[in-house]
């Protein structure tokens, strides 16, 4: 059997199975990844936490209802959970609203947003943009783009069209918000692909967040249902 570092990244990848879990394959790296808040509960940084040893292929809870989280335990059988899939599979760079600043260009799709709150340091990252001539306005921007585990904004360059995206290993978090006592997505970073139940993959991209609470109206992506519905794991950090 092949180890993580002799993987070829087209051997790992996430499959939606109908009104069930997501089935991992490819011994992908799972860890615990909390959102660290500031006194006033505004988010500055991702920090690691607990790191699971999950084997070759495992399969993780998409109904938010198993009572071995973050792992399917079957509960979605006996609660007759309806995954059905409602996200489009139009490309980022064709749904994308533009933000355009003097030194940076911010791409926006609203439909992956998690609602995991770092685009809202030092004023939100739109306006930062659009006072990019200022160095610190530029780089925040940027950094909250990069912070940001959906995906849903990506920084660029308006002179050389580069993106700017954080270097991501193929992994995946569990995202824990301490800061609200709330439970988040699962963070698929690193290109990793997802196949949905109807066998057609999605979009592969560096960073996207998928839903597993069970109530995203943007199936298989979390659309931030999570917070509304107070959705917590039993994570100890987050109670």
């Known amino acids: ?11 790992r990848k996430v499959t ?12 992908v790296h799972l860890s615990v990844e909390k959102i660290v808040s500031d006194a006033g509960g505004t988010p500055i940084r991702w920090e690691q936490g607990k790191q699971f040893v999950a084997g070759e292929t495992y399969y993780l ?10 792992f399917c335990d079957g509960s979605h059988k006996g609660k007759n959970f309806d995954g059905t899939e409602t996200a489009s599979r ?19 799709s609203p439909c992956f947003c998690a609602i995991a709150r770092f685009c809202h340091r030092d ?18 921007a940027i950094q909250e783009a990069c ?3 959906s995906g849903r904004l990506v920084a660029q360059d308006p002179k050389t069209g580069k993106v700017f995206e954080p270097v991501h290993p193929p992994s ?14 699962l963070w698929v970073r690193g290109g990793i692909p997802v196949k949905g139940a109807d066998g057609k993959e999605y979009e592969v ?6 839903c597993r609470c069970g109530q995203s109206k943007n199936k298989p992506f979390c659309d931030g249902t999570h917070i509304e519905i107070e959705y917590n794991d039993g994570d100890p950090s987050v109670r």
């Not at 139009?90 to 926006?108: C, F, Q, R």
């Not at 939100?124 to 925040?140: F, G, M, V």
């Not at 995946?172 to 997505?185: A, F, H, Q, W, Y």
């Open 1 to 11: 059997m092949k180890n993580n570092g002799q993987l070829r990244k087209n051997e």
């Open 16 to 27: 939606v199975v109908k009104d069930g879990p997501y089935r991992i394959e490819g011994a």
């Open 61 to 70: 809870c998409r109904c938010g209802m198993s009572v071995n989280k973050p």
């Open 90 to 108: 139009v490309p980022y760079k064709d749904m994308a609203e533009i933000t355009s600043g003097p030194e940076l260009i911010m791409n926006d």
């Open 123 to 140: 004023g939100d990252a739109w306006t930062l943009t659009e006072k990019s001539q200022d160095l610190y306005a530029k780089k925040t």
């Open 147 to 149: 912070d940001c585990p």
């Open 172 to 185: 995946i978090g569990i995202v824990e918000d301490p800061g609200k006592k709330l439970s988040g997505p």
């Open 205 to 210: 991209r560096n960073r996207v967040t998928l």
